[in-house]
Nanobody, 121 residues
Framework: QVQLVESGGGLVQAGGSLRLSCAASGRTFSWAAMGWFRQAPGKEREFVAALRWSGSTHYTDSLKGRFTISRDNAKNTVYLQMSGLKPEDTAVYYC???????????????WGQGTQVTVSS
């Protein structure tokens, strides 16, 4: 089992920045990749970014250059740095871990509870 807890969400004005954190505990050595997803009201959950154990990263094209995924191994924490935020970035952001060997992962096994990000215009 892996437990994931997101934090860092909040209300920010358009153009601002936020850094989300995802603290992992439990069998953290079992994950091959970590990912961030988001779900806006009335929309399906969408992929944001992924980070492989090797350090490789993968982003959804529309967010490249504004969002950066990174990790702190000592803290078992993965981050999502978001800049140039827009009202359309408003969503609940989730982190997830994957044991899949493929890249980018097609399946994620554990999910956090999510953190709300609201961008005002």
């Amino acid at each position: 089992q892996v437990q994931l807890v997101e934090s860092g969400g909040g209300l920010v004005q358009a153009g601002g920045s936020l850094r989300l954190s995802c603290a992992a505990s439990g069998r953290t050595f079992s994950w091959a990749a970590m990912g961030w997803f988001r779900q806006a009201p009335g929309k399906e959950r969408e992929f944001v970014a992924a980070l492989r154990w090797s350090g490789s990263t993968h982003y959804t094209d529309s967010l490249k250059g504004r969002f950066t995924i990174s990790r702190d191994n000592a803290k078992n924490t993965v981050y999502l740095q978001m800049s140039g935020l827009k009202p359309e970035d408003t969503a609940v952001y989730y982190c997830a871990s994957s044991r899949a060997s493929g890249w980018p992962p097609l399946k994620y096994d554990y999910w956090g509870q999510g953190t709300q990000v609201t961008v005002s215009s």
